[in-house]
């Protein structure tokens, strides 16, 4: 299938320096926020790149869940793929492609663990089934069928019908601390406006401009 011919105008104006904030975060939040208000379908999923010791890249998308001047959130199996991947190599990637916006954030950065009480605390906050699923998921390995996750799940339900789902000691959270961000916004001709923060020594950020 030759693809040579789809092509998308980008109509926007573009971006300027003294349109960004000299925080990263704090002008993360303003484009998440605005992506929200976009009705884009789920804005705080993200493509999250990690490399093992096999030097095989591995990609998938998750979700979001907390940010703030620390880092990024997500959550995991830590038996799974991702996880691994962590173990052996902290230096992770997130993408998010806001396109209905023309937009894209790139962010680099090491991935650890959160402590077991902040992945308490947000495991509580879900809806029991998630809960459950947490539970029923060997998250990356093979599963002869469907019917055994829906068995599993059933079974683990009615376990827990009377009380309270327990904490899985396997399942927790991971903080990405950023070291670079890229704020991508399409603009007329191909010629895209791309500004990097790159942290430095002292703890600021310094802000260039990239070739699209």
Do not use: C
Not at 120 to 130: A, E, N, Q, T
Not at 158 to 187: L, M, N, R, T
């Amino acid at each position: 299938m030759d693809l040579s011919s789809m092509r998308e105008e980008y109509v926007n104006n573009g971006l300027r320096r003294k349109d960004l904030d000299d925080n990263p975060i704090k002008q993360f939040e303003t484009w998440f926020e605005q992506a929200m208000k976009a009705d884009l379908i789920e804005p705080n999923a993200m493509s999250l790149a990690t490399v093992g010791n096999d030097m095989m890249p591995s990609i998938r998308t998750v979700l979001l869940k907390f940010f703030d001047e620390s880092g990024f959130v997500f959550f995991s199996n830590y038996e799974s793929v991702k996880a691994k991947n962590i173990q052996e190599n902290s230096k992770v990637a997130l993408h998010f492609a806001w396109l209905g916006l023309e937009r894209q954030v790139k962010i680099e950065g090491k991935a650890e663990k959160i402590s077991s009480s902040k992945s308490l605390k947000y495991f509580l906050s879900r809806p029991k089934g998630s809960q459950i699923g947490a539970w029923v998921s060997q998250q990356s390995q093979v599963v002869s069928s469907r019917s055994v996750l829906e068995a599993k799940f059933n079974e683990i339900k009615s376990k827990f019908v009377k009380g309270e789902i327990p904490f899985p000691s396997f399942w927790g959270g991971y903080i990405v601390k950023p070291e670079k961000i890229e704020f991508w916004q399409g603009a007329k001709h191909r010629l895209h406006d791309r500004f990097q923060y790159m942290i430095k020594s002292d703890g600021t950020w310094q802000i260039d401009r990239l070739a699209p």
